[in-house]
């Protein structure tokens, strides 16, 4: 049984990673043609766009797809049930949307956020087109059909691709084309998904079991200020910098956030399996099974990312239009702070497992507070570096409080003394970079030897369980042939 918990969660792995990889670095090689295509001040707008989209996103979904995910994978609910509801709150909370327009279009979109009222139909179809992807999206892989969610991802990517080809580069639509490839994508991606996984049979008004409406909605709702506080920790500081400097510093900003997502897109091919086996293998007299999976988790994150700092500056110089090098000096901090958003959505999931929503909410509000007050403080004084220092530290305080909070609910063994010492190395090589006068590249692989040192136990361990699975998935493949 034990075996059981490691394999699907290694399975489920590296179906995510065929589907995904792919996928995720497609997005990563399209940032040289948005900036080489939009000026800095059209790319701080897109994006201002789409953050803008995201926020509003959880809001008008009622976060369903949390309960989607856990009431989905719950074996004495009925899919149909999960799904009906997720659809009627997400149909119900659109339409009070759209009530809102003239609010949103006259008195809130002015000013210097005045390209945003600009474009507010853009944004209206954006937010429909994304919710009900997620949606479908989050149902598929509740029903356990994790290959057909990995075939949509690269599907959505190439139609995003396309998209983006066809609207930026022949049609030469800026921001706007920028904005309708994802909903152009997202719609497509939705089709597919209905189509392929039947779910149109799934949707049953009217036939709901007695209470499922009620169960969902209030398992869902702690995580529509949970997803708001999430996003004034990873995107206010966008709007602080657009508000207090410019749009271009936003757009270097936000291209310089590009970089450490490649930790995100390797952290979240893991973090979709992580998500279904922390739901399905939840047993409260064992947390061997997590204390494990963290201290492999660890060790890829803090690996990733003290690598991605080494090669910060070749790769912004090759990938990014001239206009834009700056964008390095921020990428340190931002690395540190997807390596701890990483940690903190590990804990997340766990805070899931356990159906302790309002608690994981009130850690990300502690977290958002701090950014809030941070950027503040900091952005006045140091420009744009101070926001991507005020991230890192918000999510530090966000993995700091769920990592104490949970071993008083849970007893969880987290690696925290290896925690600490990998960040220190992280970021002392982060400091390096920034401000060390001499050659980085002498000091540099020193320190990231080091880090490679400290964690290669571990990653041994890593290397060997995957050689080992992928054994057996041959040899029981070959037997079944």
């Not at 969902?216 to 995107?235: A, G, Q, R």
């Amino acid at each position: 049984m034990a075996r059981n918990k490691y394999k699907n969660l290694i399975s489920n792995t590296v179906i995510f990673a065929i589907g995904s990889f792919g996928s995720k670095m497609m997005m990563f090689l399209l940032v040289p043609l948005y900036t080489g295509v939009l000026a800095t001040s059209e790319y701080g707008v897109a994006t201002l766009l789409a953050d803008t989209a995201n926020m509003i996103l959880p809001v008008v979904t009622v976060s369903m797809y949390h309960g989607i995910l856990r009431y989905g994978l719950d074996r004495a609910t009925r899919k149909s049930d999960v799904f009906t509801v997720a659809m009627t709150v997400n149909m119900a909370g659109f339409g009070v949307f759209i009530a809102l327009f003239p609010l949103l279009k006259y008195f809130v979109f002015t000013g210097r956020f005045q390209p945003l009222g600009d474009h507010i139909l853009l944004l209206y179809f954006y937010v429909f087109a994304s919710s009900m992807n997620s949606l479908c999206g989050c149902f598929v892989r509740a029903k356990g059909q994790v290959k057909l969610f990995a075939i949509d991802g690269i599907f959505n990517t190439a139609c995003l691709v396309g998209c983006n080809l066809l609207f930026l580069l022949v049609f030469k639509w800026g921001v706007v084309g920028y904005i309708l490839s994802t909903i152009v994508a997202d719609a497509l991606s939705t089709v597919f998904l209905f189509v392929t996984a039947g779910l149109r049979r799934y949707i049953r008004f009217g036939r709901t079991e007695k209470g499922m409406y009620r169960r969902m909605i209030v398992f869902s709702l702690p995580m529509i200020p949970n997803s708001l506080f999430w996003w004034v920790t990873n995107l206010s500081d966008r709007f602080m910098i657009t508000g207090m400097i410019s749009s271009s510093a936003n757009g270097i900003y936000s291209a310089a956030a590009k970089l450490p997502n490649l930790i995100n897109t390797i952290a979240g091919i893991f973090s979709q399996a992580w998500q279904m086996s922390a739901i399905t293998e939840y047993d409260r007299n064992d947390s061997r099974f997590y204390g494990k999976v963290f201290a492999v988790y660890q060790t890829v994150v803090f690996l990733s990312g003290g690598f991605l700092i080494y090669l910060t500056k070749p790769i912004i110089s090759v990938w990014l239009d001239d206009a834009y090098y700056s964008a390095w000096e921020y990428v340190p901090f931002l690395v540190l702070s997807i390596v701890f958003s990483c940690f903190a959505g590990f804990y997340s999931s766990i805070y899931m497992a356990m159906k302790k929503n309002v608690r994981s909410m009130l850690t990300t509000m502690l977290g958002a507070l701090s950014n809030v007050g941070m950027n503040l403080f900091l952005i006045p004084r140091v420009g744009i570096q101070g926001a991507a220092v005020a991230t890192f530290f918000s999510y530090l305080i966000v993995y700091v409080t769920r990592a104490v909070d949970i071993s008083r609910l849970y007893r969880f063994r987290d690696s925290s003394g290896k925690v600490v010492v990998n960040t220190l190395l992280v970021l002392a090589e982060s400091l390096t970079l920034l401000y060390y006068r001499g050659n980085f590249y002498i000091l540099g692989t020193v320190e990231f030897l080091l880090l490679l040192a400290f964690n290669s136990p571990e990653l041994i361990r890593i290397t060997s369980q995957f050689w080992a699975a992928g054994r057996r998935m041959l040899v029981s493949r070959r037997k079944g042939s």
